[in-house]
Structure formats: structure tokens, C-alpha cells
């Protein structure tokens, strides 16, 4: 179960921001999917699943602006470190009662770069009631939030349809989201780079494997 995350504490001078560390589709993917979420969305009156654009999410959290170059800066170096991996897609799964999925058969790279993504964790928490959540089950999300009829009929239908797609995640991208902010908007792309990394008192040196 996702994580519910508590509001941040308000300090004046100090904005806190929703965070989404997230693996994008190519297009012709990320349009296939949007048409199956288009399609879910008007059969089962679910709009929400039509408004929230296709993505893996590797780590969501909520933290203080001042922080962001730091955490960037870290995201960075592990990206780097990190080889370009294939994503394969076939069929749907769910999370009983309110979730519907495209099911992600390729998990251990992702998972694998989850756990590389906790050293980061500490610089990801704002306090202890609102700890940064790794994802640890990827899915890419086709309807969230689902009443129970709408799951219900949903999954009696989507349990059996067929849905094979795959992608090279070359690159991760940390999404943005300010507090009363609808959407979320890219902060940065980390390209993930195969690199020998090591660092030398603040120095980044690199060298290809």
C-alpha cells in the first residue's frame, strides 16, 4: 500500500514541495497507454485515470526547496553509476480494492535501482512522521483511486484483456510539485550512464566501465 504522506511542517521562509523520481515511456508507448487509460477513463467514469500521465515511480517525497540541489546533485551520481535497462509491460494487475495496473515483468533492474536510490533517503526526509516512500512493487498505473464498482467492473474486464509493450529506461526524471499546484512539472533528467563513479572530498570524477 502507497504511502499517505502527512503535511509538511510550515517554517516561514521555507517552501516544501512534493517529489516524484519516475521512469517515462517513450512516446509511441506513453501513447498507446494513454489511449487504454482514455478508454478506462469513459467506460467506468473514472476522469482521474485519464489525467494522470503514464510513469514508473522509483521514490516519492516530500521535502524543503533549500534541499534540492543537494538531492539533485546525489540523484545524479547514481544515475550515473547506473547501466540503461529494458522495461517489459504484458497485461494488467491490481492492488484490491482501488488500483488497476499495466503490469511491469521486469523488476528487478527497477527494484535494484530503488535500493541504490535509499542512500538518499536521509536527504529525502523532512521529519519522521513523512518519510520519503521506495517504491518496491513497480507498476505503471492505469486507474488509482477506484470506487468499488468501478474496480470491480474494471478488473472483471481488464483481468483478462492482453497488453505486451517494452522501453529502454535510459534516463530517470525527477518531477516537481509546489503546494497548491495541480500538476506536477519536470525539475530535472538524470541520463543513466554506465560510469565508474567515485568521489574524492566533493570532487566527481568518472570513468566508463
Same mark, same amino acid.
Given at each position: 500500500?502507497?504511502?499517505?504522506?502527512?503535511? +509538511? #511542517? &510550515?517554517?516561514?521562509?521555507?517552501?516544501?514541495?512534493?517529489?516524484?523520481?519516475?521512469?517515462?515511456?517513450?512516446?509511441? /508507448?506513453?501513447?498507446? *497507454?494513454?489511449?487504454?487509460?482514455?478508454?478506462?477513463?469513459?467506460?467506468?467514469?473514472? #476522469?482521474?485515470?485519464?489525467?494522470? &500521465? #503514464? !510513469?514508473?515511480?522509483?521514490?516519492?517525497?516530500?521535502? %524543503?526547496?533549500? +534541499?534540492?540541489?543537494?538531492?539533485?546533485?546525489?540523484?545524479?551520481?547514481?544515475?550515473?553509476?547506473?547501466?540503461?535497462? &529494458?522495461?517489459?509491460?504484458?497485461?494488467?494487475?491490481?492492488?484490491?480494492? !482501488?488500483?488497476?495496473?499495466?503490469?511491469?515483468?521486469?523488476?528487478?533492474?527497477?527494484?535494484?535501482? *530503488?535500493?541504490?536510490?535509499?542512500?538518499?533517503?536521509?536527504?529525502?526526509?523532512?521529519?519522521?512522521?513523512?518519510?520519503?516512500?521506495?517504491?518496491?512493487?513497480?507498476? $505503471?498505473? $492505469?486507474?488509482?483511486?477506484? $470506487? #468499488?464498482?468501478?474496480?470491480?467492473?474494471?478488473?472483471?474486464?481488464?483481468? !483478462? &484483456? !492482453?497488453?505486451?509493450?517494452?522501453?529502454? +529506461?535510459?534516463? /530517470?526524471?525527477?518531477?516537481?510539485? +509546489?503546494?497548491?499546484?495541480?500538476? %506536477?512539472?519536470? $525539475?530535472?533528467?538524470?541520463?543513466?550512464?554506465?560510469?565508474?563513479?567515485?568521489?574524492?572530498?566533493?570532487?566527481?570524477?568518472?570513468?566508463?566501465?
Amino acid at each position: 500500500m502507497k504511502k499517505q504522506f502527512v503535511a +509538511a #511542517p &510550515k517554517i516561514p521562509g521555507y517552501k516544501a514541495c512534493e517529489y516524484l523520481l519516475v521512469l517515462s515511456p517513450h512516446e509511441d /508507448l506513453w501513447n498507446r *497507454v494513454m489511449k487504454v487509460k482514455e478508454e478506462f477513463a469513459k467506460e467506468y467514469e473514472c #476522469p482521474m485515470a485519464f489525467g494522470s &500521465k #503514464p !510513469h514508473i515511480t522509483l521514490v516519492k517525497f516530500t521535502q %524543503y526547496e533549500m +534541499a534540492e540541489t543537494r538531492i539533485v546533485n546525489r540523484i545524479k551520481m547514481i544515475a550515473m553509476s547506473m547501466p540503461a535497462f &529494458k522495461v517489459d509491460i504484458q497485461n494488467f494487475g491490481s492492488f484490491p480494492s !482501488h488500483t488497476i495496473y499495466f503490469e511491469v515483468v521486469t523488476k528487478v533492474a527497477i527494484t535494484n535501482m *530503488v535500493k541504490e536510490l535509499k542512500q538518499v533517503q536521509q536527504l529525502m526526509t523532512i521529519n519522521k512522521d513523512n518519510k520519503p516512500y521506495f517504491n518496491t512493487e513497480p507498476n $505503471l498505473t $492505469l486507474a488509482r483511486k477506484l $470506487l #468499488p464498482w468501478q474496480f470491480e467492473k474494471g478488473w472483471l474486464e481488464y483481468s !483478462h &484483456k !492482453h497488453f505486451t509493450a517494452s522501453f529502454i +529506461a535510459k534516463d /530517470l526524471q525527477l518531477l516537481k510539485r +509546489a503546494e497548491g499546484q495541480k500538476g %506536477y512539472s519536470k $525539475l530535472n533528467c538524470f541520463q543513466l550512464m554506465n560510469l565508474a563513479v567515485v568521489t574524492t572530498q566533493g570532487e566527481l570524477f568518472s570513468q566508463q566501465k
